[in-house]
């Protein structure tokens, strides 16, 4: 069993940076983790995955180059920055736990999930 707890989100001006925090528990080891988001009335789309074997990053298309995915093994958190936030980035930011280690795009493959937090920017 793994847990997650997202935190980090909140209410951000235009053009603001902000971190969100992804923090496991539970067996962890060998699970890749992925950043989603689900804007209102849409579905939840890929942001950004890192694999636990080799800290391998992948990126949506659509964030490259403004989102960053980390990690850090000693507090087994992984953070997602992002820079230059616009409205568009208005949605809920859930991280999941992908226990191939793949770092898949496909939310389906993703076999835990945490509560999710909310990230809206004003303009």
């Known amino acids: 069993q793994v847990q997650l707890a997202e935190s980090g989100g909140g209410l951000v001006r235009a053009g603001d940076s902000l971190t969100l925090s992804c923090r496991a528990s539970g067996h962890t080891a060998g699970y890749a983790t992925g950043w989603f988001r689900q804007a209102p009335g849409k579905g939840r789309e890929f942001v950004a995955s890192?694999?636990?074997?080799?800290?391998?990053?992948s990126y949506a298309t659509s964030v490259q180059g403004r989102f960053t995915i980390s990690r850090d093994n000693a507090e087994n958190t992984k953070y997602l920055q992002i820079n230059s936030l616009n409205s568009k980035d208005t949605a809920g930011y859930y991280c999941?736990?992908?226990?191939?280690?793949?770092?898949?795009?496909?939310?389906?493959?993703?076999?835990?999930w945490g509560q999710g937090t909310r990230v809206t920017v004003s303009s």
């Open positions: 890192i694999r636990w074997i080799d800290s391998r990053t």
């Open positions: 999941g736990a992908h226990s191939f280690d793949s770092g898949s795009h496909d939310s389906a493959k993703y076999d835990y």
